[in-house]
């Protein structure tokens, strides 16, 4: 267990499965489940990113788009999230190798305090109910990605 390096950019929540990590060993990233925040809420991981200065939350919980949307003005970490038809290693390997791939160029474009959902080439529904429900708000922090 251990807090994250000087200098991490991306914390990689716990929901995505363990197998998947080394798809994104070429980021410098730390991951919840080998941390001390294991267990934390959204809201107290959101903190803790904050304290620490680490810019990108990388998940596949699509509720977290619900849980968080009208409170992540208020932090300097963005949360990504990976919206793919389910949380297995197979299913995450395409939409996570082109993350790799464009990271660079992509993390300048990622502003702070908002939400970011990033769909793969095979899935055409945005219709998914946490963006309706982020839709109907005044004011809609996400942004879309489609590779």
């Given at each position: 267990?251990?807090?994250?390096q000087q200098g991490c950019e991306l914390l990689i929540d716990e929901c995505l499965p363990e197998k998947s990590y080394s798809l994104f060993n070429e980021i410098k990233h730390f991951t919840v489940?080998?941390?001390?925040w294991e267990g934390k809420s959204n809201g107290n991981l959101?903190?803790?990113?904050?304290?620490n200065k680490i810019r990108f939350i990388l998940?596949?919980?699509?509720?977290m788009l619900r849980q968080q949307i009208e409170n992540i003005r208020n932090y300097n970490v963005s949360i990504i999230i990976f919206m793919t038809k389910g949380n297995g290693t197979k299913m995450l390997e395409p939409l996570a190798i082109n993350f790799v791939k464009h990271y660079e160029s992509f993390k300048n474009k990622l502003e702070k305090g908002k939400i970011f959902l990033l769909y793969d080439k095979d899935i055409i529904n945005v219709s998914e109910p946490?963006?309706?429900?982020?839709?109907?708000?005044s004011y809609i922090p996400i942004q879309i990605f489609k590779f």
């Open positions: 267990m251990r807090e994250p489940k080998h941390s001390l959101l903190n803790s990113c904050d304290k998940t596949c919980d699509k509720k946490e963006f309706d429900h982020a839709k109907r708000l």
